[in-house]
């Protein structure tokens, strides 16, 4: 175990608060589910806002994935306190971030009927009917998403992580309320049900994006930017990114294609199961709270230590990080599987028997392969990633997500026709072997890889 003291510094100034956000962020997403869950549409609005959230979370983990990759280079050059390389870094990803919302954006308004045919069966026309009217609002938020998780992935990497508590707060108080008003029409408002939800999460976003552009511009002190920073692009910036952090954003898109294609398996077995998954999904969220915040942290001081080239620190580093991944997991876990139950009752599912069935089924089989996912994620998003690794993660992803779960996943639903619980675990079968492919690649030096280039004149 280490016992440097600025190890775990550095370690619980990044997770906490990006713990913290993942703790907030899932009581927005429970308190939505819930609100959309009691209107008069019930399970079939919440089927609908979650089938069209899988399309969301694409995009939000391609923008999410684009900056995680930019963290490659920003925590290496971060490690070696070159500040001009980290803001061309900045310049880069902002762009593509922005390029890559407003493209999705312009796709989803021309066809949306097609973008939902995807992850709903058409003849469950009411559950379309809501999402189409759902998608056409909520759309507008990934444009200032793009920008505020540019900057605040950026700045967590140079461990300037105050912006994401402040963030978390925002967002409890400003969905929660927008949505509140706008669902039910208070405090004058028409009660505009599943549309009130998606125009409070495009509000919310803009205020979202107002608070990250003051804090960056204003108020940290970490590095000095201004708006010309983002005006020119350097072209060897531009060909490192490309190498070495895009197979990240490739990585996150790619599995949340997958996500989204599992999804789409899930919206062709009726609304029960989409209902089910969905508070299944919600719950999951509360499962990975320090999960990814280890993982953001552990990304930071290995990056760091690999950028200095203390390369036996960052093996040291990789060994103590890897068992306190163990342990959040087997306390994480437990604590999904106990609250699988109660958690359920929260939703109006206790009315409908097939759906709080279900969802206690499925939620008992994401908690054991819980396990699993919480030692492999936070090696592969934390510790591979920080040291460079990333292009054999993206690999991994890959085979086995196209060749292995998709695969059995179709199989189970529509071949042999297995009972729903059967086709949910098809769905995370990686889960169960993955952390040893992870455990094999971090006993090597394969995985460290220093990227940075001398410093910028």
């Not at 819930?34 to 549409?41: G, K």
């Not at 306190?81 to 902002?94: C, G, H, L, P, S």
């Not at 040893?436 to 971090?442: C, E, V």
Request: a positive charge.
């Amino acid at each position: 175990m280490v016992k440097d003291k600025e190890f775990y510094r550095t370690m619980f100034k990044i997770a906490i608060p990006i713990a913290l956000q993942s703790l907030l962020s899932f009581l927005v997403v429970v308190a939505d589910d819930i609100m959309v869950s009691l209107t008069p549409d019930g399970m079939f609005a919440q089927a609908a806002a979650a089938q069209v959230n899988s399309i969301s979370a694409l995009v939000t983990a391609a923008l999410s994935g684009l900056v995680g990759g930019s963290a490659v280079l920003i925590a290496q050059y971060w490690g070696k306190k070159d500040m001009e390389r980290i803001k061309q870094v900045f310049a880069v990803v902002m762009w593509i971030c922005c390029g890559v919302a407003l493209l999705v954006v312009a796709v989803l308004k021309l066809f949306p009927t097609a973008m939902v045919g995807l992850v709903i069966d058409r003849q469950d026309t009411r559950i379309t009917a809501l999402a189409l009217s759902y998608l056409g609002i909520v759309c507008f938020s990934y444009l200032p998403f793009a920008v505020s998780t540019a900057l605040v992935g950026m700045l967590r990497t140079i461990e300037e992580v105050r912006i994401t508590m402040y963030i978390a707060f925002y967002a409890l108080v400003a969905n929660i309320g927008l949505n509140y008003v706008l669902i039910f029409g208070k405090l004058g408002f028409p009660a505009l049900g599943i549309q009130g939800a998606a125009l409070g999460t495009v509000l919310a976003r803009f205020g979202e994006v107002a608070l990250v552009l003051l804090y960056t511009f204003k108020v940290q002190k970490q590095i000095q930017v201004k708006l010309k920073d983002f005006l020119s692009i350097d072209k060897m910036m531009v060909k490192d990114y490309l190498f070495y952090g895009l197979p990240v954003g490739i990585t996150d898109a790619q599995w949340a294609l997958i996500g989204l294609l599992k999804m789409a398996i899930i919206g062709h077995l009726g609304g029960a199961f989409m209902a089910a998954n969905s508070i299944a999904s919600s719950l999951y969220n509360l499962g990975t709270i320090f999960t990814f915040g280890l993982a953001g942290g552990a990304a930071v001081v290995v990056g760091k230590a690999v950028g200095r080239g203390d390369y036996s620190v960052a093996r040291e580093y990789s060994h103590t990080i890897q068992l306190m991944f163990v342990a959040v997991g087997v306390v994480m876990a437990g604590a999904v599987y106990m609250l699988r139950v109660p958690f359920t009752s929260l939703y109006g599912s206790s009315a409908d028997p097939e759906v709080f069935r279900l969802s206690v089924q499925i939620i008992g089989i994401m908690a054991v392969t819980m396990l699993g996912t919480t030692y492999h994620a936070s090696c592969f998003v934390g510790i591979n990633r920080g040291a460079g690794d990333s292009r054999f993660v993206a690999l991994v992803d890959m085979i086995c997500g196209w060749l292995i779960v998709l695969p059995i996943t179709y199989l189970a639903a529509f071949i042999w026709k297995l009972p729903l619980p059967l086709v949910f675990l098809a769905t995370r079968i990686d889960q169960c072997f993955k952390w040893i492919i992870a455990f094999i690649r971090l006993r090597g030096d394969k995985w460290i890889k220093n990227v940075t280039r001398e410093a910028a004149v």
